[in-house]
């Protein structure tokens, strides 16, 4: 099993940035790619950016060069910062991590972005 904990969430400014947290903890020795993923009420959960173990990345083309994903693998932790953040941004942002025993979810942290 693995647990995921996000934190860094709140209330920004468009234009302004926060920066998301994703701890792992658990078997996380499984963990293969992680991922952030938001969704917003009445609509499906969406991709954000995911990252592999080695490194590479994969973004949504709504967040392209406004939105970082990266890890640090020896403190467990991944994370996203966003800049340039616009009030279609405001969701609730999920940390993802596949591992080779399944799919596993954080609780998710909320972002909100005042116009």
């Known amino acids: 099993q693995v647990q995921l904990a996000e934190s860094g969430g709140g209330l920004v400014q468009a234009g302004g940035s926060l920066r998301l947290s994703c701890a792992a903890s658990?078997?996380?020795?499984?963990?293969?790619?992680m991922g952030w993923y938001r969704q917003v009420p009445e609509k499906q959960r969406e991709l954000v950016a995911t990252?592999?173990?080695?490194?590479?990345?994969d973004y949504a083309d709504f967040v392209k060069g406004r939105f970082t994903i990266s890890r640090d693998n020896t403190k467990n932790t991944m994370f996203l910062q966003m800049n340039n953040l616009k009030p279609e941004d405001t969701a609730l942002y999920y940390c993802?991590?596949?591992?080779?025993?399944?799919?596993?979810w954080g609780k998710g942290t909320l972002v909100t972005v005042s116009s």
């Open positions: 658990g078997s996380i020795f499984t963990i293969t790619t």
């Open positions: 993802n991590a596949i591992g080779f025993a399944g799919n596993y």
């Open positions: 990252i592999s173990r080695g490194g590479n990345t």
